[in-house]
């Protein structure tokens, strides 16, 4: 059984920053894919950032270059550094990782940017 655990969400005032992390915990022994994904009010779910177990990052046009996704392997855990951010941004942030071929998520930790 995989868990994941999010915190680190809150209301910012556009333009500040925000970092979410992501524990896994569970019996497993690789966690190949960890990405951030967000649900707006209204919205499809959308991806903002994944990450492979190598490092390699892939990101939403909407967040390059104000968006970092980093992992640290021996934690099985993934951050997403938020700068600059826009109202727009606002969502709730899930992360999910893939072990094997299976998908886990997390209950979703939500962010308010608003003045």
């Known amino acids: 059984q995989v868990q994941l655990v999010e915190s680190g969400g809150g209301l910012v005032q556009p333009g500040g920053s925000l970092t979410l992390s992501c524990a896994a915990s569970?019996?497993?022994?690789?966690?190949?894919?960890m990405g951030w994904y967000r649900q707006a009010p209204g919205k499809q779910r959308e991806m903002v950032a994944t990450i492979s177990r190598g490092g390699a990052a892939n990101y939403a046009d909407s967040v390059k270059g104000r968006f970092t996704i980093s992992r640290d392997n021996a934690r099985s855990t993934v951050y997403l550094q938020m700068n600059s951010l826009k109202p727009e941004d606002t969502a709730v942030y899930y992360c999910?990782?893939?072990?094997?071929?299976?998908?886990?998520w997390g209950q979703g930790t939500q962010v308010i940017v608003s003045s």
């Open positions: 999910k990782i893939t072990i094997v071929s299976f998908d886990y």
């Open positions: 569970g019996s497993f022994l690789n966690i190949f894919v």
